[in-house]
T-cell receptor
Framework: GNSVTQMEGPVTLSEEAFLTINCTYT??????LFWYVQYPGEGLQLLLK?????DKGSNKGFEATYRKETTSFHLEKGSVQVSDSAVYFC??????????FGTGTSLTVIP | DTGVSQDPRHKITKRGQNVTFRCDPI?????LYWYRQTLGQGPEFLTY????????KSRLLSDRFSAERPKGSFSTLEIQRTEQGDSAMYLC?????????????FGPGTRLTVL
């Protein structure tokens, strides 16, 4: 079946620290992979995506590389800001039309 | 604002009552999805429409839940005889037909509390 496993939070970092949020997936075939972000009081927004192996998605300083050999799509940012405080969700979409989401990782960045 | 909208944003109801939520997708999007999200969890797929046709339903979707998209535009999700376990955030998303990695655009959600 299809599933996504994210590292559990919450994660608390100081401003300018390096961020990694781990995400691994289980899927048949060749899914597309996504990171969504949910800022406090707002709906989910697409942060980045990758549609095939070795693709790197990037946006707002965040990056994630689709690694088929390790079935991973880890989210990274070199220097986080207070404004990055949010909940981050890893998701996959396979040949059907369903998205499968992880449980989310809460990030708090302190000044 | 041309994003996905949902109404109401909050609903408090007593157990046993029926509730109905509305979702207005982005106007040119053919696909519409409903999800449920409980505290500390990611969104869980409920059902999906392509235009007015309901093409997929989760096996987790109780018979008390029904969704419609009569004209291929807005959609409604009705929950009959609500139970306390139905308390959750109900999310709607829409996407365009084309593209393997097509993004889903989410609405702000309707938070349901069943007393």
């Amino acid at each position: 079946g299809n599933s996504v496993t994210q590292m559990e939070g919450p994660v608390t970092l100081s401003e300018e620290a390096f961020l990694t949020i781990n995400c691994t997936y289980t899927a048949t075939g060749y899914p597309s992979l996504f990171w969504y972000v949910q800022y406090p009081g707002e709906g989910l927004q697409l942060l980045l995506k990758a549609t095939k192996a070795d693709d790197k998605g990037s946006n707002k300083g965040f990056e994630a590389t689709y690694r088929k050999e390790t079935t991973s799509f880890h989210l990274e940012k070199g220097s986080v800001q207070v404004s990055d405080s949010a909940v981050y969700f890893c998701a996959l979409k396979n040949t059907g039309n369903q998205f499968y989401f992880g449980t989310g990782t809460s990030l708090t960045v302190i000044p | 604002d041309t994003g996905v909208s949902q109404d109401p944003r909050h609903k408090i109801t007593k157990r046993g009552q029926n509730v109905t939520f509305r979702c207005d997708p982005i106007s040119e999007h053919n696909r519409l999805y409903w999800y449920r999200q409980t505290l500390g969890q990611g969104p869980e797929f409920l059902t999906y429409f392509q235009n007015e046709a309901q093409l997929e339903k989760s096996r987790l979707l109780s018979d008390r839940f029904s969704a419609e998209r009569p004209k291929g535009s807005f959609s409604t999700l009705e929950i009959q005889r609500t139970e306390q376990g139905d308390s959750a955030m109900y999310l709607c998303a829409s996407s365009s037909l084309a593209g393997a990695g097509n993004e889903q655009f989410f609405g702000p959600g309707t938070r349901l509390t069943v007393l």
